[in-house]
């Protein structure tokens, strides 16, 4: 979004709102069985499912996540191995997101670049890359931080669909065993969890707005 901004009407600026486009009207799902079978087996560069090799002998003891346990223990080999496992999924789960949040930054960075004081700044001979990255993006990244609190209730929807697909033991494709099966109580349990995960994002992105944005602290100070 940032160089969609910064390049705008050129070629760069095309090629970013084309792949944003894609990836905000291409659903999760499909994207998970396209890269299935482009990136894994049609060409073979990636696993088609599951998190490792199952020639690979090991065990997350510590967090349950294989790509930090793995480095904790120097297993370079069950790092590199599961970070092509989770390579597919991740881009599944997460291609829509981070198309609404390059489409928002690109608007948010253009209308900032039209203020005054941004203007003043390049007056005054401030380098391009400063005004650009420590003035313009503090500020533009303001609305793409709102949206990602919303864009996470979309990716916890998204999860059920790209885990079932790729068959990720994730607690996505665990709700969706439990709602197969009738299991009410675990139904309600990844129902409590997903809402929690919700909940601290939320509360996540709040503060850092509040970091970010010195508005946010004066209208909370206005307020009191």
């Keep these: 979004g940032v160089l969609a901004a910064v390049y705008r009407d050129t070629w760069v600026d095309n090629v970013t709102r084309i792949m944003s ?34 020639g690979l002998d090991y065990s997350a003891t510590y967090t349950g996540l294989l790509l930090i346990d793995s480095v904790v223990d120097g297993r370079w080999d069950v790092f590199g191995d599961a970070l092509r496992h989770i390579f597919l999924p991740s881009i599944a789960l997460a291609a829509g997101s981070i198309g609404q949040v390059m489409r928002i930054t690109r608007s948010s960075m253009i209308e900032v670049s039209r203020r005054n004081f941004i203007e003043a700044s390049r007056a005054y001979g401030i380098p391009e890359r400063v005004v650009t990255f420590r003035y313009m993006l503090r500020i533009a990244s303001v609305a793409p931080l709102t949206i990602l609190g919303l864009e996470f209730a979309s990716l916890i929807g998204n999860a059920f669909v790209v885990e079932f697909v790729f068959s990720w033991p994730g607690i996505a494709s665990y709700g969706v065993r439990t709602i197969l099966q009738k299991d009410l109580n675990a139904v309600i349990g990844v129902v409590l969890v997903s809402g929690l995960f919700f909940v601290v994002a939320n ?8 970091i970010i944005d010195p508005r946010h602290r004066l209208r909370e100070r206005v307020q009191k």
């Design 21 to 54: 486009l894609i990836g905000v009207v291409t659903p999760g799902f499909v994207l998970a069985i396209i890269l299935q079978l482009v990136a894994s087996y049609k060409f073979q560069f990636f696993p088609v499912t599951g998190r490792l090799d199952p």
């Design 203 to 210: 509360l996540t992105i709040d503060t850092l707005l509040g």
